[in-house]
């Protein structure tokens, strides 16, 4: 393998990899491959984002960091699979050194792990002068993961098949959402796997969209996960009979749900009530989606 000098970088820099949220996310059907095909509206938090930072190694081998000790940092990790992939196409061997630090909590339904690897693809071809073009990006991000291929877009899109195929949306009205999050995770194939057999809480029937701004909200995945996660889906409705919120929502398979706020000034203090009522170790986050 060969390796090229960069010629365009000079100092450390740095790319950002925000998190995204399905404001809806349809699932159609399990395929053959074991996959589903979905429909997704999905939209980026720009104000809640990774840092992918590349900084010259001096001519010695690519090393990986990261700001959390928890994330397999070996090449199970996306962001070491996004070099390796970046180094088969382009035939280059990475000699800079990559560092992760995060912001988006991991097992939360953002995409924080799938942004990563994009926001790596992108920094290393920056990197090495553009050797690897835009298609043939697309082509391995999807081999990366489902979500990644969205995360190029670098905007809201409507996705579908398994998330290989993006459709760029026009920018939507700036949401105000409050994020919050319980310490557990919840495993993306899991929840995908027990779809189609799962049933709806009693009372607590979703699968008809919500519509806030001419945005129609739904995630079929909440049904799965609210049957074995309940203390989601006391979240969710607890957040929905609240003053402060439009419409609440899981984030994707979870474990975080988001709140659609008729102000986002008043984010600090719906978020303080939850902990208080619902789960005192609740994460939070407020800012805006879509912009």
Known sequence: MATMAKTLINMPFTHQAPAKINLSLRVLRR????????????????????????????????????????????????VVKAIRAFEKVSGIEVTCDVHLEKKIPHGAGLGGGSSDAAATLHALNDWYDSPVDEETFVQIAGELGSDVPFFLLNGPGMVRGRGEIIEATPAHVPLP???????????????????????????????????????????????????????????VDWLENQPECRAAQLCGSGSTVFAVLTDLAKSDELASRARKQMDSSLWSWAGNAGI
Not at 36 to 47: C, F, K, V
Not at 51 to 71: E, H, K, R, V, Y
Not at 190 to 200: I, N, P, T
């Open 31 to 78: 395929r053959e491959d074991g996959f589903h095909d979905i429909e997704s509206l999905m939209t980026l938090l720009p104000g809640l984002a990774d840092q992918i930072t590349l900084s010259d190694a001096n001519g010695g081998p690519c090393t990986f960091t990261c700001s959390d000790p928890s994330l397999e940092g070996g090449e199970n990790n996306l």
């Open 177 to 235: 959402i409050l994020l919050l999050k319980p310490p557990f995770r919840v495993a993306t194939p899991d929840a995908y796997q027990r779809w189609q057999d799962s049933l709806w809480l009693p009372g607590l029937d979703r699968s008809a969209a919500r519509e806030v701004d001419g945005i129609k909200l739904v995630n079929d995945l909440e049904r799965p996960v609210f049957a074995k996660f309940y203390f989601l889906a006391e979240l």
